[in-house]
């Protein structure tokens, strides 16, 4: 499985963004995607994710409200809406996979990453 992500840029604080995961392989349409995010001197964070049928979701409480994940099977891409961004937010983003459950939101049941996809967030 391979994992693309896109979409990051520079924004405004208050502003959106919408990043995009591509997903492929033979297996792809069986895991869950998340997404998470690293700064500067800072540990990776689970940001959010969904599961593979784009049914459920779930979110860490320092973004929910504010971003959304759906997912398209028929383009094998899963985007990340980020709203209401704040300079806190800044950091690189990246889509992994991994079986849907309490292993792929805190990162240790992870089988693929993709590479990562920088947001910066200016006050």
């Known amino acids: 499985v391979q994992l693309q992500a896109s979409g990051g840029g520079l924004v405004q604080a208050g502003g959106s963004l919408r990043l995009s995961c591509a997903v492929s392989?033979?297996?792809?349409?069986?895991?869950?995607v998340g997404w998470f995010r690293q700064a500067p001197g800072k540990e990776r964070e689970f940001v959010g994710a969904?599961?593979?049928?784009?049914?459920?979701?779930y979110y860490a409480d320092s973004v929910k409200g504010r971003f959304t994940i759906s997912r398209d099977h028929a383009k094998n891409t899963v985007y990340l809406q980020m709203n209401s961004l704040k300079p806190e937010d800044t950091a690189a983003y990246y889509c992994?996979?991994?079986?849907w459950g309490r292993g792929l939101f805190t990162g240790s049941s992870i089988r693929y990453w993709g590479q990562g996809t920088q947001v910066t967030v200016s006050s």
């Open positions: 992994a996979a991994a079986p």
């Open positions: 392989g033979r297996t792809s349409g069986s895991y869950a």
């Open positions: 969904i599961n593979w049928r784009g049914s459920d979701t």
